[in-house]
C-alpha cells in the first residue's frame, strides 16, 4: 500500500530548479512515463532537452555510450567547449579515456578494499549517535545524515579532521549551487560568469583547488604516498599523467559526490522511517540488511538526472532525437517507474531484483562509490535500530532546491530510546 503521495500538479517545469523545492515532482514524471516517455522540454536558459523518463529505456541507454556521450557535460547547463574541457572530470569522458581513470582508482574503491572500512564506519556511527540521539528532538540530516560521509570523507582523502567541516561546506557550494541556502553564488539567479571555468561553475571550486594542492605539499613532505589522491596522480600505462585541471575536478568531485550522496540517502531513510514506523521493527529484526540499503537508496535518488548528448540521429517512442541534441536520463523518474517497482512509493526494505539507477547501473559510468555508500547506510541503520523504540516526524522537512541532486536538507526528528 503506497504511504507517499507527491502533490505537484503533474505539469511542473523539470528545467526549473524551483520546481524541485517540495520535492521530486513525481506526478508529471507519472504523466510523462504513461504518455510521453521520450519528451521535448523547452529550457529557458539555453538549448532544450529530451527527458527519458521509463526505467528500461534509460537502463539500455545508459549503456549505448557511441550513440549517447557523457563528454559534452552531464548537467542540462549548456557549456561551451572551452568550459567542458575546464570542468570535466572522468564522468564527463567515454570510452578509453574513461576508463584509464578508473582503472588507476577503482581497486580504492572495490568492495573489498571498502568491507575494510566497517570496522571505522561503525566506529563513526557509535560516536555520532551517542551525541545525537539522547537529544530527543533535533535536525536528523545536520547531525546524523551529514555527519558520518563528511568523518569518512576525511579517512579516503586523508585530511585533519579540523578540516572536513570547511571542505563538506565547500562540496555544498559546488553540487547545491542552485540554493541560495549553500551558496552566495546562486547559479541561476546571478552571473557566474567569472566562475565558469571551475568546476560546477562556482568559485568554491578553485578554493578546494588551493587546499588540495596544500594538502598534497603536506602529504609529499611528510611522505605519505598512501591513499586515493596519490593513486590518480600516477602515470597511465602509456604514460600519461592527469593535467592540474583534470586533478582539482577529481578532488572535488571526491569532496562534493562523496559527501552529499550518502548524506541525503541517510536522510531519506530516515524520513521513510518517520513515515513507516513498521521499519524500525523490520531492521530490528535483522534479516534485510542485504537488500536494505539498496532500497533507501533507490527511495532517495540523490542524482536526479544525469545528461547526455546524442552523437548521432536516432528514434525512440515515435520521438526522432538528432545528433548534438541533450538527453537526460531522469533517474527519479526510473526509481519510481510503477513497471519496474511493485507500488513503488512505498519503501520495501525486502524488496528483490530492485532495478534502481541510483549508482548509474547498465554502463561503464557505474558509480565508482556504491560500495561505500552501501555499507555506510548499511552499518548506519543497524546501529540507530539498536538504539530506538521509535522515531517520527518534528516538524516539516525542507528540500533542496535544485534539479540535479534529489535531498532533504533539514528533518526535524524526535526519537525515543530504549
Not at 111 to 136: H, N, S, T, W, Y
Not at 351 to 366: A, E, I, M, T, Y
Amino acid at each position: 500500500m503506497t504511504v507517499w503521495v507527491p502533490d505537484d500538479d503533474g505539469h511542473a517545469d523539470l528545467s526549473a530548479h524551483d520546481s524541485f523545492e517540495r520535492g521530486v515532482p513525481h506526478n508529471t514524471f507519472a504523466r510523462m512515463r504513461r504518455d510521453a516517455p521520450v519528451c521535448w522540454t523547452d529550457y529557458a536558459q539555453g538549448q532544450g532537452f529530451w527527458s527519458i523518463t521509463r526505467n528500461a529505456d534509460i537502463a539500455r541507454l545508459n549503456r549505448q555510450t557511441d550513440l549517447l556521450s557523457s563528454a559534452q557535460g552531464i548537467r542540462i547547463e549548456d557549456q561551451t567547449p572551452e568550459e567542458v574541457i575546464a570542468r570535466r572530470t572522468f564522468q564527463e569522458t567515454d570510452g578509453k579515456e574513461h576508463m584509464a581513470t578508473r582503472i588507476k582508482v577503482a581497486k580504492a574503491f572495490s568492495k573489498p578494499v571498502i568491507a575494510g572500512f566497517e570496522d571505522q564506519i561503525r566506529e563513526l556511527c557509535v560516536e555520532i549517535l551517542d551525541d545525537a540521539l539522547p537529544q530527543g528532538t533535533f535536525d536528523a540530516t545536520k547531525l546524523i545524515a551529514r555527519e558520518l560521509p563528511m568523518r569518512m570523507l576525511g579517512r579516503i582523502l586523508g585530511t585533519p579532521d579540523e578540516d572536513l567541516p570547511w571542505l563538506v561546506e565547500k562540496g555544498d557550494a559546488l553540487i547545491a549551487n542552485t540554493d541560495p541556502d549553500f551558496t552566495d553564488h546562486v547559479l541561476d539567479k546571478m552571473t557566474t560568469d567569472e566562475f565558469r571555468l571551475m568546476p560546477f561553475n562556482s568559485p568554491a571550486g578553485a578554493e578546494l583547488y588551493a587546499y588540495a594542492k596544500d594538502l598534497m605539499a603536506r602529504k609529499n613532505a611528510a611522505g605519505d604516498t598512501n591513499g586515493i589522491l596519490h593513486l590518480i596522480l600516477q602515470p597511465g600505462p602509456d604514460g600519461s599523467v592527469i593535467s592540474d585541471a583534470e586533478f582539482r575536478n577529481f578532488f572535488c568531485l571526491l569532496v562534493a559526490a562523496g559527501n552529499d550522496t550518502t548524506r541525503y540517502s541517510i536522510a531519506a531513510g530516515l524520513q521513510a522511517m518517520c513515515h513507516q514506523p513498521e521499519l524500525l521493527g523490520q531492521m530490528q529484526q535483522g534479516e534485510i540488511w542485504n537488500t536494505a540499503p539498496d532500497e533507501i537508496i533507490r527511495w532517495a535518488t540523490p542524482a536526479l538526472y544525469f545528461r547526455r548528448t546524442a552523437m548521432r540521429d536516432f528514434e525512440l517512442h515515435d520521438q526522432m532525437i538528432k545528433q548534438g541534441d541533450k538527453v537526460v536520463y531522469w533517474f527519479a523518474s526510473g526509481n519510481r517507474d510503477e513497471d519496474a517497482f511493485d507500488d513503488p512509493f512505498r519503501v520495501d526494505l525486502a524488496r528483490s531484483p530492485n532495478k534502481h539507477l541510483s549508482f548509474g547501473q547498465g554502463g561503464p559510468h557505474v558509480c565508482l562509490g556504491m560500495w561505500l555508500a552501501r555499507l555506510e547506510v548499511r552499518v548506519l541503520f543497524e546501529e540507530l535500530s539498536k538504539r530506538i523504540k521509535g522515531i517520527e516526524a518534528a516538524g516539516p522537512h525542507k528540500f533542496l532546491r535544485s534539479n540535479f541532486v534529489g535531498g532533504i536538507k533539514s528533518l526535524p526528528v524526535t526519537v525515543q530510546l530504549f
